[in-house]
């Protein structure tokens, strides 16, 4: 990818307006009981690539950005309810640096600020719906499920000690590549594209998002805490079954085995034991694999668009995907 | 009103096959662990008016039950959606005799229950948009937002102690009367009503809503633990500013004004108290006064759908106005 710079700085620009107008949505609404804290998440930054990915399928099948700028708006605002409700299932307490809604607030308000997050983005979405509105709202609605049973997917993994790799790829499909595909399909039935487009995008979405989620199980353990805001290891610390796990888990024979299976037997790790569970992973060549799963759902999601019409935002979705990948944190 | 079996069977037949539908929606989808909790709720009957509204609005512009059948599903989910997450907010550990849905599980499995009957309800709504889809979204949308700013007022009353009673009713018309006049008003729309008739069904609604919450109020201090499946007297013992705390604490001088002050003060008073401040209430004409305040929202209610053509969904409006407000419990 030549000339990285110029799609970034489109991504950055095109981010920096959706960041204004998220943090702008709910000020000054009444009561503030309910919109202090609805602001409050909507004004903690974040990368808003599901707002751009909107953009982008919309003006890469012909539409134009203004035809889906509110429903830019309203995946973000569905992306930050489910960070809200999820932060309270799992007792997060620090989310992008700052404290959680819950603990900001308390859980009563997290509860409320989430569920009208979520009628604001249903909200903000008819905006843009002129054509197609049925199916619109249809994607939208069945991704909102997906999510949910996603969430409920990984509370159940957390109890489980038999999880195949197949059915992590389902939860992580669920819980985080939904969105991401319906961002994509979305944009491109409000840029009224053909059938064919739609689906093209709906694959790019679905790989992109399975890369996306196995890059962030990856960083877990070679990101550096500057980049990445959150301690290294704590996926392991947490005793939460990633990828990298679970085919370590797959993958392991005699001693390394055992220590594999107190992480599940103990519900995660101390702190201090990172290295070794780190060293086990090196020798399984676990970071390698989980590299070229990447690389393997990156490819797929570029290969996927390969029929559309090239265009700029053509390029561009090609070089979000290798970005994402890139990304250390 | 006469024949009042006649309104009462029609109402128990449609009632009852919305209560099958209900009990059937989400059995054997997976995952249990997020289907079973919403089957849960869905089980857990209930008068079903909300439903039953929606099926009477689109059958008195002049529209089939058939058209609404979904619509008339999705604001009974969207329902149980506010009692789940009501219930964590509350602490409720009953709910129509059963344990709430936190209890029976867990307030994460709660969450995530309601959050996904909420995108149940959009995605049932949807089935019988045929005309005026973005319209009826939008007034679908604009009561969840309605709701959840009035169970956020609901929660800022229980810490504030100057609550008027024109505030009362701003927060009382958004959690509980904005769902009814949303059913009244989607239902008019599903059938094709005129402007007129649709304003019409929404003043209904509105009315009918604010009569029912107040009826509630006053069944808490009337009513027979036997009939109203609440211990009498409940709002009292958990310090609840209801219409007739506020009215009393609006009329009461000297002794009686220092009596409700404590109630608020100590958020709340004894079991063995109650009687006291039902005599309180007694002698400063509160029980009646609150009986016209039901009857002034009953008479608005009905005279609102007036202009109605003559149907035999009219009359049963009509009934249903009354029969509610006789209800005991």
Same mark, same amino acid.
């Given at each position: ?186 944009? +491109?039935?409000?840029?009224? /594209?053909?059938?064919? %487009?739609? =689906? ?5 979405? !679905?790989? &992109?998002? @399975? #890369? ?16 990445? +805001?959150?301690?290294?290891? /704590?996926?392991?610390? %947490?005793? =939460? ?5 679970? !085919?370590? &888990?797959? @993958? #392991? ?34 970071? !390698? ?39 250390? !944190?």
């Amino acid at each position: 990818m030549k000339n990285n710079n110029k799609y970034l700085k489109y991504y950055t620009k095109e981010t920096e307006k959706i960041d204004k107008k998220l943090a702008q949505l709910l000020v000054k609404r009444q009561p503030d009981s309910l919109y202090a804290p609805c602001s409050y998440i909507l004004q903690s930054g974040g990368k808003h690539l599901r707002a751009y990915l909107v953009l982008l399928s919309t003006k890469v099948v012909g539409g134009k950005f203004s035809q889906a700028n509110n429903a830019a708006l309203s995946v973000e605002i569905l992306h930050n309810f489910t960070l809200v409700h999820d932060d309270i299932m799992d007792s997060a307490e620090k989310r992008r640096g700052r404290d959680t809604l819950h603990i900001k607030y308390d859980i009563s308000t997290a509860i409320l600020a989430g569920d009208s997050l979520i009628a604001i983005a249903y909200k903000n979405l008819l905006k843009d719906c002129i054509i197609n509105t049925t199916q619109i709202l249809n994607t939208f609605n069945e991704s909102v499920i997906e999510i949910c049973e996603g969430q409920s997917l990984d509370k159940d993994f957390e109890v489980r000690d038999d999880i195949t790799i197949d059915e992590y790829k389902i939860m992580i499909y669920k819980k985080t590549s939904a969105l991401i595909q319906m961002c994509c399909s979305i944009g +491109g039935q409000l840029g009224n /594209g053909t059938k064919a %487009e739609i =689906k093209a995008l709906e694959n790019y979405g !679905k790989n &992109l998002g @399975l #890369a996306f989620q196995l890059k962030d199980d990856l960083l877990d353990i070679i990101g550096d805490i500057k980049d990445f +805001g959150k301690n290294v290891g /704590g996926d392991l610390i %947490e005793g =939460k079954k990633t990828f990298l796990f679970l !085919k370590a &888990l797959e @993958l #392991a024979t005699g001693e390394d085995k055992n220590e594999l299976l107190k992480v599940m037997a103990n519900k995660g790790i101390k702190k201090n034991q990172i290295n070794k569970y780190k060293k086990i992973y090196e020798k399984l060549n676990i970071l !390698k694999i989980t590299e070229n799963e990447i690389n393997k759902y990156t490819n797929l999601a570029i290969k996927s668009i390969k029929n559309l019409k090239d265009s700029e935002e053509k390029e561009t979705l090609i070089w979000l995907a290798t970005y994402l990948i890139n990304r250390n !944190k």
